[in-house]
């Protein structure tokens, strides 16, 4: 948190709807973290509608999000013990987002279950207090109303859950698609990040190619199970499993499961993050002028040694290749 000070507090939260309706929306992102930042008493009632601006103009993907200047703010809320819990939730949940949208779907997938491990305990005097917050009247219209910390915090992990879902679900599941609807100006949300396609081009059971169950396990965000011995994290009573320090997309409940499955075939596929070798199959995100291949699961064919952090990659199955930055290729799971 900064420095409380009721004057900075008030004056940004007015300088946000000035910057937002001129298209400013860096500034006034800047300027919802810095009023609540400013804000003299947590348990304020404008604060959550603030606080809520500020995650929004982020996830909404009006311009795109700063480490440094967004990120990493979010993530001091989300470890200040001192702060109500409808903060640290909101803060984990955006967090997880916004790491999924750069290509971190391990560390998202993190965020995500730390939110709903926060919400899985709220104060009592916290459940009841009541903020002001975007309602929604009987006639379907959103107006400014009173809802209190107990009514907000259960749609934020619902939408947490379905994320985490989908992000361990494989190209077989049901899932429905997540529901975007338009941003808070009446736009819709941009095309470039956010996809729920996975299309990998031809499967096969005959060993020759990826199998269904390989692509799905390439695709699993991870952290559920033991990689070894298939035990769940409720099996074994923890929030989180052990990580590969390599590629920090294994999981492990012991050293023995780790040091067994390293040996079983963990060594070929692991790989240090930015680092693609011929034959790792890759997710492409983050297209602008072809959004629609965003998603797309390809295989490295080599790097191009003319152009460094430039790769050849084709679909599966496929004979023609393209160039692609190895900044718009997200590292998989390792298939063992």
Known sequence: MGTPDAAIYGSCADETVDSFSRGNYRLAATKYLQSFQASPDRWEVNRWQIFHGFTSILTEE?????????????????EDNKELKLF???????????LWMRGNREEAADYYRHAIQLA?????????????????????????GFQSMGELIPGIVKVCTGNLQRMQAGISSNLPPPEHGLRSDGTPFPSTQRFTGVPVGHVSDDGSILSQAEVDKLIQVGGERCDCCGKSREELGRLFLDRCSGCSKAYYCNRDCQMKQWKAGHKKWCRKPGVFKPGDYVRLHGLQSQPQFNGTVVQVVHEDPNAKGLFAVKIQGGTKSVSISSEKMEQLRPLK
């Open 62 to 78: 009006y311009f795109t999000a700063s480490l440094e200047n967004d990120i990493n703010p979010l993530k001091d809320i989300v």
């Open 120 to 144: 899985e305990k709220i104060p009592k005097q916290e459940k009841k207090h009541k903020l002001v917050a975007t309602v929604e009247s009987p006639t379907g219209n959103h107006r400014l």
């Open 88 to 98: 640290r939730i909101e803060a984990a949940f955006a967090t997880g987002l916004l």
